[in-house]
Nanobody, 121 residues
């Protein structure tokens, strides 16, 4: 069984920084893509950062220049460095991964359990 576990959320003042981590574990042959999404109260889940293996990171304008996604392929981990945080960044952040569990198998799309980020003004 493959799962994603996030860590690193918490309370931070506006202008501060946080780093989120997400570890994929279980039967993993390869990871095709990883990313971060967030969902604020009363709003739909939205993309925060995404990276496909061998590709460049993708960010929406709302976080471009402030957030950075990175991967450690050896450890099956993805990180989200968040700088210059704003109260509007307050949300539950979810890790996403597209994982191939075995050679020639279909990929799985997985979500973590979410980690809360609260930015105070």
């Amino acid at each position: 069984q493959v799962q994603l576990v996030e860590s690193g959320g918490g309370l931070v003042q506006a202008g501060g920084s946080l780093r989120l981590s997400c570890a994929a574990s279980g039967s993993i042959f390869s990871i095709n893509a990883m990313g971060w999404y967030r969902q604020a109260p009363g709003k739909q889940r939205e993309l925060v950062a995404f990276i496909i293996s061998g590709g460049s990171p993708v960010y929406p304008d709302s976080v471009k220049g402030r957030f950075t996604i990175s991967r450690d392929n050896a450890k099956n981990m993805v990180y989200l460095q968040m700088n210059s945080l704003k109260p509007d960044d307050t949300a539950v952040y979810y890790c996403y991964a597209r994982i191939i569990p075995a050679p020639s198998s279909r990929f799985l799309e997985l979500w973590g359990q979410g980690t809360l980020v609260t930015v105070s003004s």
